[in-house]
Nanobody
Framework: VQVVESGGGLVQPGGSLRLSCAAS????????IGWARQAPGKEREGVSC????????WYADSVKGRFAVSRDIAKNTVYLQMNSLKPEDTAVYYC??????????????????WGQGTQVTVSS
């Protein structure tokens, strides 16, 4: 199983980016997907998850209302739409398989089979 992220880049504060997570070796109706990020000098943190069963979603408080996760089962790809970006959103963003099934939380400890990451830089 493998996931590959893309779509990162440099964006000004207040701007938007859409990240993609392409899955191979499995389908999105079998495994859930989570997004996490790691800023320089900081620990990796969970950002969002989407369930394989019914598309239920979870968001970290820091991105709630600004980020939106979605999936295209036909393309076997998960997207993370990031709006109203802030400098503190600067990080390497990763997607991974997770066991999330719609619970209130999506712990980072459940993430597995990480992608290589894509850099997001928010700066003027």
């Amino acid at each position: 199983v493998q996931v590959v992220e893309s779509g990162g880049g440099l964006v000004q504060p207040g701007g938007s980016l859409r990240l993609s997570c392409a899955a191979s070796g499995f389908t999105l109706d079998v495994f859930s997907i989570g997004w996490a990020r790691q800023a320089p000098g900081k620990e990796r943190e969970g950002v969002s998850c989407i369930s394989s069963t019914d598309g239920s979603t979870w968001y970290a408080d820091s991105v709630k209302g600004r980020f939106a996760v979605s999936r295209d089962i036909a393309k076997n790809t998960v997207y993370l739409q990031m709006n109203s970006l802030k400098p503190e959103d600067t990080a390497v963003y990763y997607c991974a398989i997770t066991g999330y099934t719609g619970e209130r939380l999506c712990p980072l400890s459940d993430f597995d089979s990480w992608g290589q990451g894509t850099q997001v830089t928010v700066s003027s």
